[in-house]
């Protein structure tokens, strides 16, 4: 949806319509709504420089151009591209170094707590037979004292 801007008495404002006419034909023809936010953004800086006696400015949203890199550049892009593939294979051994000690770890304390639950329950069974020995003695011992 296009917005009016009133640039009354000024000698750019045909050039202003014409130019973002154009833009917002585009706009509504490609469905790119940023063209449009662009547009306006643009109208209204350009509409209040008028206003206040400073000239027109250019303003363009073409993509940058891409320039040909020289020798010199493409070999430091090289050289750093391979620092980085070096960087990231290096992080990605470590990462996996780290894990495969987690679950080294993992699996040694899993063994240390079977093994400490055994020995819990040995001792538990030690215990229950200490304790029933422990009453078959205080039986008897109460038998004897009870006969004498």
């Known amino acids: ?12 404002q045909e050039n202003i319509s014409c130019d973002s006419n154009d833009k917002l034909q585009l706009a509504e023809q ?3 709504s940023r063209m449009v936010l662009k547009e306006e953004l643009r109208l209204k800086i350009q509409l209040k420089r008028l206003q206040q006696g400073k000239p027109e400015m250019e303003v363009t949203f073409d993509e940058p151009r891409q320039y040909e ?3 010199e550049e493409k070999a430091k892009q090289e050289r750093r591209k391979e620092r980085n593939r070096v960087a990231a294979k290096n992080s ?3 990462r996996k170094k780290h894990q ?3 679950e080294h770890k993992h699996k040694e304390l899993n063994n240390e707590n079977t093994s400490l639950r055994t020995d819990v329950e040995k001792l538990r069974k030690t215990l229950r037979s200490l304790q029933k020995a422990a009453l078959a003695t205080r039986r008897v011992c109460s038998m004897r004292l009870c006969h004498n």
Do not use: A, F, I, W
């Not at 949806?1 to 750019?12: A, E, K, R, W």
């Open 100 to 102: 495969q000690q987690v």
């Open 1 to 12: 949806m296009p917005v009016n801007y009133s640039v009354t008495d000024y000698h750019d």
């Open 92 to 94: 990605r051994n470590k």
């Open 69 to 71: 890199l020289s020798e």
């Open 30 to 32: 490609t469905g790119d």
